[in-house]
């Protein structure tokens, strides 16, 4: 277990290219033109050229990771800073060779980049990096207020209620049922100014209006963590 239970590691493994710059020779002639390579991507360093070089011509080692594995780093990243996570990235390139062969958590890694939640849970290669799964690694505490409907209703047109309750912007989702219930509603509300008065008002105005209502049972939770992506 991390000792940070909000921080995950992104490990990510850059490629090396080399770009060659011209420098004019110093003298009577002009000023000595030094340049330093440009950061290829967001995050990931440079190497400047050598201004001890007296070639004229200089070779600099440039780290960029490529497009994939930097749109997942932007992915993780947004993702993270929705639901209150920090994300500290990890170019194995530019580690010592000792510190890349014991880390524990690259043990077996095939495929970059590769991400770790602070249970130690693994994302590996860029397939992996859906919103989905991103968000089951960086469980969330939900900003709205959920609540959950029970409804039993007479026989009738399912259809006409279904559509009734589609239509509610409150209403999220809506799970058929066999047994003592007919109806599971999902009902959504915004914190700013909502709070259990609110469903209950909610429910017994709008559900408890729909004519085929027979009886309704909500429960409102204290404290509400979900894994599902927050839109």
């Given at each position: 277990m991390a000792d940070d239970p909000r921080q995950l590691t992104l490990y990510v493994q850059s490629k090396q290219a080399v770009t060659t710059f011209y420098r004019t020779p110093s003298g009577p002639s002009g000023p000595t033109l030094t340049g330093t390579a440009p950061s290829l991507r967001g995050g990931v360093s440079s190497v400047a050229t050598n201004p001890e070089d007296s070639g004229g011509v200089t070779d600099s080692?440039?780290?960029?990771?490529?497009?994939?594995?930097?749109?997942?780093?932007?992915?993780?990243?947004?993702?993270?800073?929705?639901?209150?996570?920090?994300?500290?990235?990890i170019d194995i390139e530019?580690?010592?060779?000792?510190?890349?062969?014991?880390?524990?958590?690259?043990?077996?890694?095939?495929?970059?980049?590769?991400?770790?939640?602070?249970?130690?849970?693994?994302?590996?290669?860029?397939?992996?990096?859906?919103g989905a799964k991103l968000a089951e690694l960086m469980p969330s505490e939900l900003k709205a207020v959920r609540a959950f409907t029970y409804m039993k209703v007479r026989g009738g047109d399912l259809d006409r209620i279904r559509q009734i309750l589609e239509s509610l912007p409150t209403v999220k989702e809506l799970h058929f049922l066999t047994g003592d219930w007919d109806i599971l509603v999902v009902l959504e509300f915004?914190?700013?100014?909502?709070?259990?008065?609110?469903?209950?008002?909610?429910?017994?105005?709008?559900i408890r209006g729909i004519p085929e209502v027979l009886d309704t049972s909500t429960i409102v939770p204290e404290y509400?963590?979900?894994?599902?992506?927050?839109?």
């Open positions: 080692p440039v780290h960029f990771l490529s497009d994939d594995q930097a749109h997942c780093v932007a992915k993780v990243e947004e993702i993270a800073a929705a639901r209150g996570y920090r994300v500290r990235v530019k580690v010592g060779r000792v510190e890349r062969l014991i880390a524990e958590h690259l043990k077996g890694v095939q495929r970059f980049p590769v991400l770790i939640s602070p249970g130690g849970e693994r994302l590996e290669g860029v397939s992996e990096f859906s915004p914190t700013s100014g909502s709070n259990k008065r609110t469903v209950l008002d909610f429910v017994t105005e709008r509400t963590l979900t894994k599902f992506p927050l839109f």
